[in-house]
């Protein structure tokens, strides 16, 4: 079956640091890929998505690229900042069907120090 | 403001007891879903249901029951069945007629056995 695999964490970054979080996948079918950000206590936030190959999704000086050939969307950001701190969640959709169900990695958490 | 709204925030359970979590959503999604959030594991997908009055098992169903009566509302019951209840619980919603839409989460439910 469908299945997302994350790096583990915690991954500690001082701040302004390079960040990259790999996520790899097996799918059937055409996905899409999500990462998710969510800070303690709270639930899901979408950060960005990817609906196709090359596509690249972006928000808040986050990126990542689907990349089809290493079946791969590795999360980046070129400065990280305290604020940052969360639990990082690499998620797909089966783009082939319509019941929306989202199947997650495990969760990497990144801790931003001053 | 539209959004997906989980209560109670905080929920304590003692053995034998069936408890019930609220999900509401004024998004107008037809499709939602309830999530266990485990440390270290992900999130794992417990019911879904894309129209109201029906609903399909996910990968962990075993132990809790849900209903779909209106559209806006997808409660969650944990019952005494379920014999590791203690989690996080998250709610989400999607709409399916549109493939690749990203789903909203609500803020979730730590639910404690005492």
């Known amino acids: 079956g469908d299945s997302v695999t994350q790096m583990e964490g915690p991954v500690t970054l001082s701040e302004e640091a390079f960040l990259t979080i790999n996520c790899t996948y097996t799918a059937t079918g055409y996905p899409s890929l999500f990462w998710y950000v969510q800070y303690p206590g709270e639930g899901l936030q979408l950060l960005l998505k990817?609906?196709?190959?090359?596509d690249k999704g972006s928000n808040k000086g986050f990126e990542a690229t689907y990349r089809k050939e290493t079946t791969s969307f590795h999360l980046e950001k070129g400065s990280v900042q305290v604020s940052d701190s969360a639990v990082y969640f690499c998620?797909?959709?089966?783009?082939?069907?319509?019941?929306?169900?989202?199947?997650f990695g495990q969760g990497t958490t990144l801790q931003v120090k001053p | 403001d539209g959004g997906i709204t989980q209560s109670p925030k905080y929920l304590f359970r003692k053995e034998g007891q069936n408890v019930t979590l609220s999900c509401e959503q004024n998004l107008n999604h037809d499709a939602m879903y309830w999530y266990r959030q485990d440390p270290g594991q992900g999130l794992r997908l417990i019911y879904y249901?894309?129209?109201?009055?029906?609903?399909q098992k996910g990968d962990i169903a075993e132990g809790y029951s849900v209903s779909r009566e209106k559209k806006e509302s997808f409660p969650l019951t944990v019952t005494s069945a379920q014999k590791n209840p203690t989690a996080f619980y998250l709610c989400?919603?999607?709409?399916?007629?549109?493939?690749?839409?990203?789903?909203?989460f609500g803020q979730g439910t730590r639910l404690t056995v005492v």
């Open positions: 989400a919603s999607r709409t399916v007629w549109t493939v690749n839409t990203e789903a909203f």
């Open positions: 998620a797909l959709s089966d783009g082939s069907s319509n019941t929306g169900k989202l199947i």
């Open positions: 249901s894309q129209i109201v009055n029906d609903f």
């Open positions: 990817a609906t196709k190959a090359d």
